[in-house]
């Protein structure tokens, strides 16, 4: 008896969980001043179609786009320079950032701490000469060197994370000066 009476129970109670809940149906908007009120149609006559409810959903805006342009954030754009322009260069042996790479760290630094919402990755890279060990520890301190710069101008240390590779991911393959230097690098990724 008590077993018939806990599955009547958990009947009734899946049955009650079922139902849909009751959706009202929105307010209709308060007809314009220009339009005339509409009298019920004729028996046998098709009603007259009714305006879809006005949505309620705000509109995102994404600044002011230019003509053409895309509306992808510039780290997602393929024709946007920060999307473009990721790699920083190094000369033999250093880790200091040069001259002509400041205007890449700067341009990312500034759009990093405009959008503190997004992260990224500095990957340190190393040429295939030296020993694995030291092409490892002169990737990371490539890579710390970025972050540095990037925090100067404004990215804060949740955004940032310092990677090295050594001489693992050449970008180049060759084994001369252009490949070398093709190799001594520091990469923003997106996450």
């Known amino acids: 008896m008590f077993r018939l009476a806990s599955v009547t129970m958990l009947t009734l109670a899946l049955a009650a969980c079922s139902n849909p809940p009751k959706v009202e149906a929105p307010a209709t908007a308060p007809a ?7 009298a019920p149609a004729a028996p046998g006559t098709p009603a007259a179609p009714q305006a879809a409810p006005e949505s309620r959903v705000a509109a995102v805006d994404l600044g002011a786009a230019k003509p053409g342009a895309s509306t992808a954030a510039a780290h997602l ?7 473009r322009q990721r790699s920083i260069y190094f000369d033999f042996d250093q880790f200091v950032i040069r001259a002509e790479d400041r205007p890449v760290v700067e341009a990312h630094g500034k759009y990093l ?6 992260k990224v990755s500095i990957e340190g890279n190393a040429d295939e000469r030296g020993s694995r060990e030291y092409n490892l520890a002169l990737g990371q301190k490539r890579a710390q060197a970025v972050v540095q710069s990037l925090k100067l101008l404004g990215a804060n240390d949740e955004q940032l994370e310092a990677v090295s590779y050594g001489e693992e991911r050449p970008k180049a393959t060759g084994h001369d000066e252009a490949a070398w230097a093709e190799n001594r690098r520091a990469d923003i990724r997106y996450k």
């Open 113 to 118: 701490a405009s959008a503190r919402t997004l």
């Open 32 to 38: 314009s001043s220009t339009t005339a009120a509409t």
């Open 77 to 83: 754009d393929p024709a946007s320079p920060i999307s």
